[in-house]
Structure formats: structure tokens, C-alpha cells
């Protein structure tokens, strides 16, 4: 630790002060990027997305009794299935699906209640947990170079780069040499400073904000009941939930404590399957946890829960300012792409971590079998097709690991035991 480190965060001071509220702040503006971008690209309304981002965040905190520093919003493994159920079978039956997959959740945190954590650590060892983490980075890498590059927006003249540059640079600047107030915050100060950069260069559109509403209810949409939009999604909720863990596992390399343990992972099952149910009675996508925001966790080193209630509040508030969502919608993608550079690449550091803590010899036969095939299934792009219902990304790297880590032998690999001759 140097001199400008902060002090270690002491996780069970819950004051609310000033700092808390803007630490807050910034996690929302950290997820906001991928928390409107599924509404939009899967056709729901983002200010519902939005306010049942911080509503699902809100019950995760009461059921895990306000102790683990995570956010939850948007779940991009649902963005084909909600598109293709949305096409076919209209938004209030698709809903009915994504209530569905929060039930998954909750059966599985009662096996998990049942038969004990101990069953979780045979199934997802660190050699299975540390590669899912860094695909969980690695594989959402090319999101953060497109929105850096201008890619993502048809922007090839070299303004988006230059400001996601001036956007890190920021942030790297402000994380490693501030002091006080101004070192908690090297994230906002990146997208401000970013932000300041891209208005100089005419990348800036503020109509969205001058013709926005000062207040708005959001496009609330009830679901009706379908029995093949339910069949369709409800096998989607293995992945994300073996996501799940993998965050929980993330953010425990942040911060040091066990969440598997306490508050329990059922307890964290649960929450996290109450929070997607209460999106698709309301007409939002289903949510999960935010690598995002465990990556600024990871770089602020402010580990208080209440930061992400705060958090939850605002993005409940900020669903009905009709002004204030429409400025936020103004931040160039390229300022974000310039933060999410660090976010992401700070994901596959804890998953490098996780295998280091957890001392795995990575050069047994079997360990680097299990990685490879996790990595490269998760980062290539590798897809199982069924009829209409497909596996691939996250959720087929974690299914994987999981398979290969409970059919290989224990002892594939290790050098054999020296004999007498």
C-alpha cells in the first residue's frame, strides 16, 4: 500500500454522508451504458429497464440484509431471447418468461439451502469460477473497443477515440495521483472530463434534454400469461445464474469477505431471482449483477453496501426525471467506452486473482484443460445450437467448466509417484 492508497474500507460502516451519495452516483453512472442498451436493442422501454434496475437492486439489498456491494440491472444473456420473444409473441407474453426465469433462481437457492455451499464448492472449484470470471471481462472487451473507437456509433473520423483516450486517461489519472475526496471518484472525473472534451469537438447533442419532460411516468407494461414464450426462455436462467456465482466470486476477491457464506448464496440466488421476477411483472428485462460496477468497486476501493442502495434510490428517482435521464442519455459512447477499457480489463484481473489465491497449479494437465476450453468457448464466440433455443458466451463457457471440472478424474495430469528401481 502507498501513501495515497486508501485505508483499508471497513464493510460494516453504513453511515450515509454526503460522499456516500455521490460514490452512489457514480456506480449508476457506471451501469447506465448497458442498463438502457438492452431496452433498446430488445425493443422495452429503458426508463422501466431503469427503474427496475434500482427496485431490483433495492430487494437484493433487503434480502441479503444490506451486505454485498453489488448493482444489478440488464442481463445481456437475455438480449436474443427477448428480442426473438418480443418478434413472436409480443412484450407482455415475453415478460411472462422472464417471471419465469426469476423462478429458476429461487428453486435453485432452495437447493442450494438445501443440500448445503459445500455442493456449490465441488461444482464450481476456483479452476472453474477464475476463467468464467475473466471471460466475463475478456468476452465483453470488444463491446468497450467499439464504443472507445466509434464503432458502436458509425463514428471513423478519430474524435471517438481521441475522446475515450482523454476519457482513461482521466480516470487513470485521477485513480493513481488524487488525493481526498477527488481519489473515490476517478470514474466520474473520467466521464466528466470526457464528457467536457466531446462537447468541444461537437459530439454533444443536448435536444433529447431540451425537449424532455421535467417529469415522466415510465411505459409500465403488465405481462400476460404464455405457456411457449415461458418454454422458450426458461432454459436461458442456467447461464446467468452460473454467472451469478461468478461475480459473487468476483467481488469477494475485491473485497475479501465470502458471500457464498454470508449472507449465503441462496440468500444472493434469491435476491437476484426476486429482483428478474419483479422486472417482468413490470415490463423491464430480467437483471443480474453488474460486472461493470464490481470493476469500479474493484478500482475505488469503496466496498460500503449502502453505495449501491444509494445507487438502487437514484436510479428509481432518475426513471421519473424525464430532463435528468435525457442528459445522461447524452454522454457520448465513446466517453464510456474510455471507462469501461478499465472496468472490464479489471474483471479479468480478479479472475487471475481468484485462481492465484486459491493457489491452482495451472500446470496440471487437468487445470489447463478446464481453463482452456472455458476461455476459448467464452471468448471465441462458441455457440450450441438446440432448434431455436441456443447456448454460447458466458453461459456456455461456465456449462462447460462445470462438465469438464465433474467428469475429469481429480488426479488427470499429476506426475506419477516415484518407484524403488
Do not use: C
Not at 427503474?51 to 430487494?59: D, N, P, R, V
Amino acid at each position: 500500500m502507498t501513501d495515497r492508497d486508501p485505508p483499508p474500507a471497513d464493510l460494516t460502516d453504513t453511515r450515509f454522508t454526503p460522499r456516500t451519495v455521490i460514490i452512489g452516483a457514480q456506480m449508476l453512472f457506471v451501469a447506465f451504458g448497458a442498463l438502457v442498451l438492452v431496452p433498446l436493442l430488445t425493443g422495452l422501454d429503458p426508463n422501466v429497464a431503469l427503474f427496475t434496475a434500482g427496485a431490483g437492486t433495492l430487494a437484493f439489498q433487503i434480502i441479503t440484509g444490506f451486505s454485498v456491494p453489488v448493482f444489478l440491472a440488464s442481463s445481456f444473456a437475455f438480449i436474443a431471447p427477448i428480442a426473438f420473444g418480443v418478434a413472436e409473441y409480443g412484450v407482455a407474453a415475453t415478460l411472462s418468461g422472464l417471471i419465469a426465469a426469476g423462478v429458476v433462481y429461487l428453486g435453485l437457492a432452495a437447493l442450494v439451502r438445501w443440500r448445503g455451499l459445500d455442493a456449490v464448492y465441488r461444482v464450481l472449484p476456483a479452476i472453474v469460477t477464475g476463467p468464467v470470471i475473466m471471460v466475463i471481462g475478456l468476452a465483453l472487451a470488444p463491446v468497450a473497443v467499439d464504443m472507445a473507437t466509434g464503432m458502436a456509433v458509425g463514428d471513423y473520423s478519430g474524435r471517438s477515440l481521441a475522446v475515450a483516450l482523454i476519457s482513461l486517461l482521466a480516470t487513470m489519472i485521477t485513480a493513481l495521483f488524487a488525493r481526498g475526496m477527488l481519489k473515490l471518484v476517478p470514474i466520474l472525473t473520467g466521464i466528466a472530463v470526457g464528457y467536457l472534451a466531446a462537447a468541444l469537438l461537437g459530439m454533444v447533442d443536448l435536444t433529447p434534454m431540451r425537449d424532455a419532460a421535467w417529469f415522466a411516468v415510465p411505459s409500465f407494461v403488465l405481462p400476460s400469461f404464455s405457456l411457449p414464450a415461458i418454454l422458450f426462455i426458461l432454459p436461458v436462467a442456467i447461464a446467468p445464474a452460473i454467472e451469478h456465482v461468478g461475480d459473487l466470486v468476483a467481488i469477494r476477491g475485491v473485497t475479501g469477505r465470502d458471500y457464498l457464506k454470508k449472507p449465503g448464496l441462496h440468500r444472493t440466488l434469491l435476491g437476484d431471482g426476486v429482483a428478474t421476477s419483479l422486472a417482468g411483472f413490470l415490463g423491464g428485462p430480467p437483471n443480474t449483477t453488474y460486472s461493470e460496477v464490481t470493476g469500479a468497486v474493484a478500482l475505488t476501493k469503496v466496498f460500503n453496501p449502502l453505495v449501491m442502495t444509494v445507487a438502487a434510490v437514484l436510479a428509481m428517482v432518475l426513471a421519473f426525471v424525464g430532463k435528468l435521464g435525457a442528459f445522461l442519455s447524452t454522454i457520448p459512447t465513446p466517453v464510456m467506452g474510455g471507462i469501461l477499457v478499465i472496468l472490464f480489463g479489471s474483471i479479468v484481473v480478479v479472475g487471475i486473482n481468484t485462481l492465484v489465491r486459491a493457489q491452482v497449479d495451472m500446470t496440471e494437465t487437468r487445470n489447463l484443460i478446464i481453463a482452456a476450453v472455458v476461455l476459448v468457448f467464452g471468448v471465441g464466440g462458441m455457440a450450441f445450437h438446440f432448434g431455436e433455443f441456443s447456448v454460447e458466451g458466458i453461459g456456455l463457457a461456465g456449462i462447460a467448466g462445470v462438465v469438464l471440472n465433474l467428469v475429469l478424474p481429480k488426479e488427470l495430469g499429476k506426475a506419477a509417484p516415484p518407484t524403488d528401481d
